[in-house]
């Protein structure tokens, strides 16, 4: 079968993309191999709420339109808005089909199902930036009785067996999952290494009103100093609940969940070894925070906003107890799960074309892949702008890159 385009994956990056290509007019399908925001079915557990609030969960030609527009959307209601917009659009989306190779062509493309060969003159790889664990190399000294898990593979305290429970990583995913478990009464250990911390509300206003006032959301990659870095940015320690409270480490010290540094190393016998610097690492994030609203005060100020919102204030610095424990053995039974939330990582195994870096990410400019005429990416961190990283950021990336596919199409056709 031949089309002009294919999109890989129905998450809402495609989505987007299909309904900036259908605004063109360029002739596509949509391959998607499970079902539409299949990520969010699938990935993601029970309980999660988006970190973004509900006003930002816009696509192309759609905004919230729900009566809690500062609230935060449970998995439930993304997937439900994702099937929605997809019908709504009329995305021409192929579910059930799974893309397993990917080859250049003299002419275009040649894609590869379980089913079939299709030939497209210009692929949009929508695959998501978050559809594999990351995990580090340490985890394979974890002694056996010992459950390892992964956000991919939890799916609630349930599934946990009776004891501690060791959290790996202190970034959304594993503040939110630290809570959650503590919450089911079981111990919690949190390793945390560096992150970023931001207060859910600052004067009065979501934290990420005050990242899009202030411009941070709008910088384009092709101005930030160290993209990489960027690109590589643990999310934030934030969490979507319906009273909007902080999940940073002095809330989760306060319900109880005890933090130790970044995991470094586990030994043969099955000792957990914790970085020492962990009063560094929070002294830094705090460091960073405080640089950042010092910018949201100077915009306000700038703006003309001091007297309709409440006062500048700073929030406590991180504690961090001098006692903290170096080492924690794991096969005592105080430690019966790891959960491992170290972040996640793109899915290119499939991919035929040589156009990943030596990290296993795609090599582009602003998701259009250089090295391969026709090919572009969507959906993944920074890709344009910081609010790439952020579902809403879809709807200018999708754009830009649109515009860049009908000329690429239009100059084959000249
Ligand atoms: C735990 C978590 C919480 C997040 N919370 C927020 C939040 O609060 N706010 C926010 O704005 N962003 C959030 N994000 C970030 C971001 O919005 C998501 O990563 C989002 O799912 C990315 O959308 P996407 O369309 O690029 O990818 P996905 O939603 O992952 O969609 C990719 C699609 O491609 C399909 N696919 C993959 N490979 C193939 C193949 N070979 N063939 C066919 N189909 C394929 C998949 O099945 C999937 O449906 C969160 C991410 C995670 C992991």
Redesign the pocket.
């Known amino acids: 079968m031949k089309t002009t385009t294919v999109v890989?994956?129905?998450?809402?990056?495609?989505l987007a993309m299909s309904r900036r290509l259908t605004e063109r007019s360029i002739d596509h399908i949509v391959?998607?191999?499970?079902e539409?925001?299949?990520?969010?079915r699938t990935?993601?557990w029970p309980g999660?709420r988006?970190?973004?609030p509900n006003w930002?969960?816009c696509l192309p030609g759609h905004d919230y339109d729900g009566d809690d527009p500062d609230g935060?959307m449970p998995v439930a209601e993304v997937v439900a808005t994702f099937t929605r917009y997809a019908r709504h659009i009329g995305a021409p989306v192929r579910t059930a089909?799974?893309?397993?190779s990917l080859r250049a062509e003299p002419q275009g493309f040649e894609i590869h199902t379980d089913d079939e060969a299709l030939y497209a003159r210009a692929v949009v790889l929508?695959?998501?930036?978050?559809?594999a664990p990351a995990i580090p190399a340490v985890a394979g000294a974890v002694p056996p009785p010992v459950t390892t898990l992964t956000?991919l593979t939890y799916r609630g305290p349930g599934q946990l067996p009776d004891g501690g429970v060791l959290v790996v990583g202190a970034s959304?995913?594993g503040v939110q999952l630290a809570s959650q478990i503590h919450r089911s009464g079981r111990p919690v250990t949190l390793a945390v290494g560096e992150h970023v911390r931001l207060p859910r509300t600052y004067r009065g206003r979501d934290i990420f009103w005050w990242l899009q006032a202030t411009g941070v959301l709008a910088e384009r990659y092709d101005q930030i100093d160290d993209l990489d870095r960027a690109r590589r940015l643990p999310?934030p320690q934030l969490t979507?609940t319906p009273e909007a409270t902080d999940t940073d480490l002095n809330a989760l010290q306060a319900l109880g969940i005890r933090i130790v540094g970044r995991l470094g190393h586990v030994t043969t016998g099955g000792v957990a070894q914790f970085s020492g610097s962990l009063a560094n690492t929070c002294a830094l994030a705090d460091l960073k925070m405080n640089r950042f609203l010092n910018r949201a005060d100077e915009w306000a100020t700038a703006a003309g906003l001091d007297n309709q919102l409440p006062p500048p204030h700073r929030f406590a610095p991180t504690r961090v107890d001098p006692r903290t424990p170096l080492e924690l053995d794991l096969t005592t039974g105080e430690i019966t799960t790891v959960l491992w939330a170290t972040g996640?990582r793109p899915?290119h195994s499939?991919l035929g074309i040589p156009v990943l870096d030596r990290t296993g990410h795609i090599h582009h400019d602003g998701g259009v892949v250089t090295s391969a005429p026709g090919l572009y990416v969507?959906?993944m961190p920074v890709l344009r702008t910081r609010a790439s990283?952020?579902?809403?950021g879809?709807a200018a990336d999708s754009q830009a890159l649109a515009g860049h596919l009908h000329s690429f199409l239009s100059s084959r056709c000249r």
């Open positions: 890989i994956g129905a998450g809402h990056a495609g391959l998607e191999r499970g539409v925001a299949n990520s969010w990935q993601r999660l988006l970190l973004t930002q969960t935060y089909t799974t893309v397993r929508a695959t998501g930036a978050c559809t956000p959304a995913t999310s979507g996640f899915d499939w969507l959906g990283t952020y579902i809403h879809a």
